[in-house]
């Protein structure tokens, strides 16, 4: 009977060392828009620090100062937060995918890129499945990694200043939200 369960032990563990290894080396990628991986590493703050060549939008939806409610949900804290408008700016926003240059597992459908992050951004807005090179540094890893384009939109981007619903930190100078992404309070 000794035998008997200590043969059995022994496949136990044989089997669970054998098994316990399969699938490590495969990247899992980190989806933005649902707070996985490191989202909490993403820069929630920012220097204000405008892309060259960005145009201001005149007359925006959500003028400079004004308040809006925020339906993004980019990161903890930002869906239903009441964020007020310090920048509006006329571009193509793109949803991105991209290996982080510091290593670590893909990033799939960051929101949000502006023409203007790309490095020698083409004349004309990009596609979805377009390759690029993000000068964008919104997370550790995004400056200078290479991307795929998932989704392309002409709209205009808000930077905002707002407090997180999460853990009351004061965000300034967020980039970016979408007018899409805005409602009046």
């Known amino acids: 009977m000794k035998k008997t369960a200590s043969i059995g032990l022994a496949i136990l563990l044989l089997s669970t060392i054998v098994f316990s290894g399969c699938g ?13 991986g490191n989202m909490e590493e993403m820069h929630h703050s920012g220097s204000g620090e405008l892309p060259a060549n960005l145009k201001e939008k005149s007359h925006p939806t959500f ?14 804290g930002m869906k239903g937060a009441e964020a007020t408008i310090v920048g509006a700016y006329e ?13 670590g597992h893909p990033v799939e459908n960051h929101k949000w890129v502006i023409h203007e992050e790309i ?4 004349d004309q807005p990009y596609k979805p ?30 930077m905002v200043d707002y407090k997180s619903t ?3 930190e004061m965000v300034r100078n967020h980039k970016w939200v979408t007018e899409q992404e805005l409602a009046v309070d």
């Open 24 to 36: 490590k080396n495969e990247p899992q990628p980190v989806s933005s828009s649902n707070h996985e």
């Open 63 to 76: 003028p400079i100062g004004s308040k809006a409610t925020m339906n993004a949900d980019h990161m903890p």
């Open 91 to 103: 571009t193509t926003a793109y949803a991105v995918t991209y290996k982080p240059t510091t290593g």
């Open 119 to 122: 490095k020698d951004s083409a």
């Open 129 to 158: 499945g377009d390759e690029v090179i993000l000068q964008a540094d919104h997370m550790p890893g995004m400056k200078g990694a290479a991307a795929t384009v998932e989704t392309a939109e002409p709209t205009t981007v808000y």
């Open 166 to 168: 999460t853990d009351g």
